[in-house]
């Protein structure tokens, strides 16, 4: 477990898969729930959990997200690692949006930062999130991210439309950065 | 040469396994599109197995494969449409040319701009995307000329013989699309789906 001031973080076990299906349920479409065509389903509980698994055995690393009592808040993690390139897109998802603006999550953002580039060794981070997830975009931005461009209308919805934000933040910028660079950032136990 | 009367698009099926497979082992093939040099041969011809016998004409299929087929050469390349998506009416595209003389010629800019006629009209598709490495700048510049907006720069994204490149991210919308059909409607008239399959038919009729 990585142990912070807002929250714990520990690996995804199956026993998450009812929470997480609620993530997709409520709140809207997400970023960092949309399959590889883009699409904002509602996956089954076994669904869920066979996505689990398969991330155990390919290594992916998938987080949840804990306060200090012990209440499952979010899930985020890093995956679509490219060895060869050296990067990866890591995701964070907040059952209330609210939370993008808060200690808890610029302390998971920079547990995963901190795993990307200095223990994975990785030299770029990607993200996305829709034209519609404010406050997650904001979050990204405070922790030096920076926008490669929007993928316009690539997803449809009851409000039309949506755009899709790809941003990239590089080790230099981590580095450099006041809210990641090498500060203490999470401890481990 | 005419395009509307020599070279056409059609589905790719079993039968076209072996040149498929012979693209595929293109060393080419792998750079500027996708694929590991450690894949066996075994491995390329499951994958592309797989790949035409995913579904059948009258399904709603997540990919389409179309061969690019000349009436005196055969088969010269492949043009496919993966994860379509019928929700949102998208989908990103891959183009490959397998005679390499042919590359930079009208051959790859009237396929592609037929493929994207289909899509759009045929699929009733919204957008269409494709992420074109930097150094391929013939792609990424038929792509421009059929109306696409270069929407994405990723920086050092993909590792090629040790060097780290820029990968461009494109996006076609179809009212963009058909602006530039109607800017470039005279010129390409002839090229058009209509005349490709009345060709077809009339091929077919003359057929013994």
Redesign the interface.
């Known amino acids: 477990m990585i142990i912070g001031t807002h929250n714990v973080l520990r690996f995804s076990e199956p026993e998450d898969a009812h929470f997480y299906r609620a993530l997709y349920l409520q709140g809207g479409p997400k970023a960092a729930l949309l399959d ?4 904002f389903g509602a996956p089954t509980l076994q669904e869920i959990r066979e996505l689990l698994i398969k991330s155990e055995s390919a290594r992916a690393f998938l987080f949840t997200v804990e306060d200090p009592e012990g209440r499952l808040r979010g899930w985020c993690g890093l995956r679509a690692l490219n060895i ?2 050296s ?1 990866c897109e890591m995701f964070m998802v907040f059952a209330a949006p609210e939370e993008y603006a808060g200690p808890m999550a610029d302390e998971t953002m920079e547990a995963l930062l901190d795993r990307a580039f200095n223990r994975l060794g990785l ?2 981070v ?1 993200a996305t999130c829709l034209d519609s997830e404010e406050t997650l975009h904001a979050c990204l931005l405070r922790h030096g991210f920076r926008s ?9 919805g009851k409000e039309g439309w949506r755009g899709l934000d ?1 941003l ?1 933040l ?1 080790r230099a910028a981590y580095a450099s950065h006041p809210a990641t660079g090498p500060g203490p950032g999470a401890t481990v136990p | 040469m005419s395009f509307t009367t020599n070279t056409y698009l059609r589905r790719a099926d079993r039968d076209d396994l072996d040149t498929i497979l012979s693209w595929m082992e293109d060393p080419d093939f792998q750079r500027f599109l996708y694929g590991d040099a450690a894949q066996s041969p075994r491995q390329i011809r499951e994958r592309i197995i797989q790949m035409l016998g995913r579904s059948p004409g009258n399904m709603m299929p ?1 990919a389409v494969y179309l061969l690019i087929e000349s009436k005196e050469n055969g088969p010269l390349g492949m043009i496919s449409f993966q ?3 019928w ?4 989908c990103s595209i891959d183009v490959y040319i397998g005679d390499k003389t042919r590359r930079n010629s009208m051959l790859a800019t009237i396929s592609v701009f037929r493929a994207l006629e289909y899509a759009f009209d045929e699929l009733n598709l ?2 269409i ?1 494709a992420l074109i490495y930097a150094f391929n700048r013939t792609s990424w510049r038929i792509f421009e000329m059929a109306g696409a ?11 090629r013989e040790g060097k ?1 490149y820029d990968a461009y ?1 494109y ?1 076609l ?1 179809r009212h963009e699309f058909n602006a530039i059909r109607e800017k470039h409607g005279a010129v390409s008239e002839r090229f058009c789906l209509e005349n490709m399959i009345a060709s077809s038919s009339q091929d077919l009729e003359e057929s013994p």
């Open positions: 590889a065509r883009r699409e060869e390139a990067f030299q770029k990607l490669c461009g929007v993928q316009r209308d690539v997803l449809y790809t990239a590089d | 997540s994860n379509i998506s929700r949102n009416r998208s919204h957008r995307s907006k270069r929407e994405l720069v990723l920086t050092r994204h993909v590792m780290l991210g996006g919308l």
